[in-house]
C-alpha cells in the first residue's frame, strides 16, 4: 500500500510504499501526536521516513495496484 504524507508548508507531499495496514499506521500518528514526538514509517525496503508529527496535515492511503502495461484491451473479433 501507497501512503502519501502531506507536511505543513512543503510543497511535496511524501510517499511511502508500506505493508502496514491504514489503521496501524493511524495508531501510530495519534500516538506520536498526542506525545509530541516525531511520526515514522518504515517503507517495503527498510527505510525509515520521520516527520514531526505536529507538522502531518494528511495521510492518503492508495492501493497498491502495480503497474499497468500495454495500451489497453483489443476488443475481440
Known amino acids: 500500500m501507497e501512503v502519501k504524507i502531506g507536511v ?3 510543497a511535496r507531499e ?3 510504499e508500506t ?3 491504514p489503521d496501524d499506521v493511524l495508531k501510530s500518528l495519534e500516538s506520536s ?3 509530541e514526538t516525531v511520526f515514522s ?3 517495503e525496503k527498510g527505510r ?3 516527520v ?3 507538522k502531518v496535515a494528511y495521510l492518503y492511503f492508495t492501493a497498491d495496484t502495480g503497474r499497468k502495461v500495454g495500451f489497453g484491451l483489443v476488443a475481440g473479433n
Request: hydrophobic letters at 40%; a negative charge; charged letters at 25%.
Open 52 to 54: 514531526p508529527a505536529d
Open 41 to 43: 514509517i518504515t517503507d
Open 8 to 10: 505543513q508548508n512543503a
Open 19 to 21: 505493508d502496514q495496514e
Open 33 to 35: 501526536i498526542s506525545d
Open 14 to 16: 511524501l510517499s511511502v
Open 48 to 50: 525509515t521516513v520521520a
